[in-house]
């Protein structure tokens, strides 16, 4: 009797200590369920996902078609499989006829693979995604006609799920309706050059081929059976020249462009011009237009508050070279910059430095002998040709605070310097070439 009241005891402890971990597991369960309802469930379209279906006893689904839901053999869980983009809601009906409802996005990629993609693809714009239902949007202001061009074929590359709001607009500057500045953004462009070239020839300048050609002229009169007048020419005469020439001298170039713009606007910057070279196809003579110099492109952003301005830069400079042997066109050298940098108010940057030297020599003359050292001198002619430049770009950029002139004063200063103008340009000063000299006219 004692034995069988132990068992007995035994058993109820076992009941007890089981009940209370039953409801605790039951609890959690529903705190599950519960966090699962509450949140949204993002699909891709073939992606597969699983829910719990304890204690639902019936299910119904919003929108058809966007997702399959399926029920496991053992009835424990929910398969979810995305079939199409688009929204839908799923309504869970509990056992004590407690409802739960899930919010399912079904995309055509993954969002999150999208989102690198575009974080990737929108760098350096002002342009956030943002997911709203099944859509990613894109919002922001950009500067110019390109940047919005790029966003949009950007948005067309994710149609259905990438949606564009991005507008073309001053995203950095101050509206002048909430009483505040519009800044305006000034840009001193300086292109310096040094140049320095120096050739000489000596030597005896032979001909490249031996011989002459003898012409005359003759004139006889019948009336009087008389000569009048009778000429002979040698031309082509086989004799060597003595090539005897030294040259040198230097240049220098000096070109100071201004461009006023305002915050976040793209200004553009072109100087150079255009070769014309007369070229021959078949029975027709054309015009071979090969142009060179630099195009320069800026867009400012100014932040009144660190007081830094940041420039995005696209430089394209190229100029003329020697033609090559066998033609007359000649070549072109290029160089292109692009860059974004990050500048306090007062520095400036050199956006390019270019240092080349060209050495050319040369011999002419009779085969052999005129490569002798020294003796070569007197069977032909030797010719060298040195040059060096060194340039660079200045870039200085400001901002315009002071208040303008007005539109009549502006006018009157210019034609008085007209009227003033004796030849001197130096005196002229149509505006004042000092970068942050305020709005460009001479007070």
Same mark, same amino acid.
């Given at each position: ?30 705190? $599950? ?11 891709? =379209? ?15 689904? +919003? #929108? ?27 309504? /869970? ?8 409802? @899930? ?45 919005? %061009? ?23 500057? !101050? ?8 800044? @305006? ?12 070239? $120096? $050739?000489? &020839?000596? *030597? ?6 031996? +011989? ?98 940041? @420039? ?13 042997? +066998? ?15 990050? /500048? ?5 940057? =050199?956006?390019?430095?270019? %240092?080349?030297?060209? @050495? !050319?020599?040369? =011999? ?11 003796? *070569? ?13 060194? +340039? ?45 000299? &305020?709005?460009? #006219?001479?007070?």
């Amino acid at each position: 009797m004692t034995r069988l009241r132990l068992c007995f005891a035994c058993a109820l402890l076992s009941c007890l200590s089981q009940e209370p971990r039953a409801e605790a597991q039951a609890q959690a369960a529903k705190r $599950s369920a519960n966090a699962e309802a509450n949140q949204d469930i993002n699909l891709a =379209v073939g992606e597969a996902r699983t829910i719990s279906a304890r204690d639902v006893k019936n299910y119904s689904e +919003g #929108v058809a078609g966007i997702v399959d839901v399926k029920l496991t053999s053992d009835a424990s869980q929910f398969v979810l499989v995305g079939r199409k983009p688009g929204s839908t809601t799923l309504l /869970l009906i509990k056992n004590d006829n407690a409802q739960s409802a @899930l919010n399912i996005n079904v995309f055509a990629r993954p969002p999150a693979v999208v989102e690198k993609e575009l974080s990737s693809l929108l760098a350096g714009l002002n342009v956030q995604a943002r997911r709203i239902g099944s859509q990613i949007v894109l919002d922001g202001a950009v500067a110019s006609e390109s940047d919005l %061009r790029r966003v949009e074929h950007i948005a067309a590359l994710y149609e259905g799920q990438v949606t564009s709001l991005v507008q073309l607009g001053q995203s950095g500057a !101050t509206p002048i309706s909430n009483g505040q500045e519009r800044f @305006l953004i000034r840009i001193d462009f300086y292109f310096v050059q040094y140049d320095k070239n $120096s $050739s000489y &020839g000596v *030597g005896i300048g032979w001909p490249d081929s031996i +011989g002459a050609t003898a012409t005359a002229d003759f004139a006889y009169d019948f009336m009087s059976k008389s000569v009048r007048s009778a000429t002979a020419t040698l031309t082509g005469q086989p004799l060597p020249r003595l090539d005897i020439a030294s040259r040198r001298g230097w240049a220098k170039v000096l070109k100071q462009a201004t461009v006023i713009t305002n915050n976040d606007a793209e200004a553009n910057f072109s100087n150079g011009g255009e070769q014309n070279f007369p070229v021959n196809t078949g029975l027709t003579i054309g015009v071979q237009r090969i142009g060179f110099g630099t195009d320069v492109t800026v867009s400012p952003h100014y932040n009144p508050e660190t007081h830094e301005l940041a @420039l995005k830069l696209a430089a394209d400079v190229s100029d003329l070279t020697a033609a090559v042997s +066998g033609t007359v066109l000649p070549g072109r050298t290029t160089s292109k910059l692009t860059t974004n940098i990050s /500048l306090k108010l007062g520095q400036s940057l =050199v956006l390019s430095g270019i %240092r080349t030297q060209s @050495l !050319t020599h040369s =011999v002419s003359g009779i085969p052999g002998l005129s490569e002798i050292p020294l003796i *070569g001198l007197l069977f032909g002619s030797h010719s060298q040709s040195k040059l060096e430049t060194e +340039g660079a770009i200045f870039v200085v950029p400001s901002v315009i605070q002071t208040v303008p002139s007005d539109a009549s004063e502006l006018v009157t200063i210019a034609l008085q310097k007209f009227k003033d103008y004796s030849g001197d340009v130096e005196t002229v000063n149509a505006y004042n070439k000092n970068p942050g000299g &305020g709005a460009g #006219v001479p007070r």
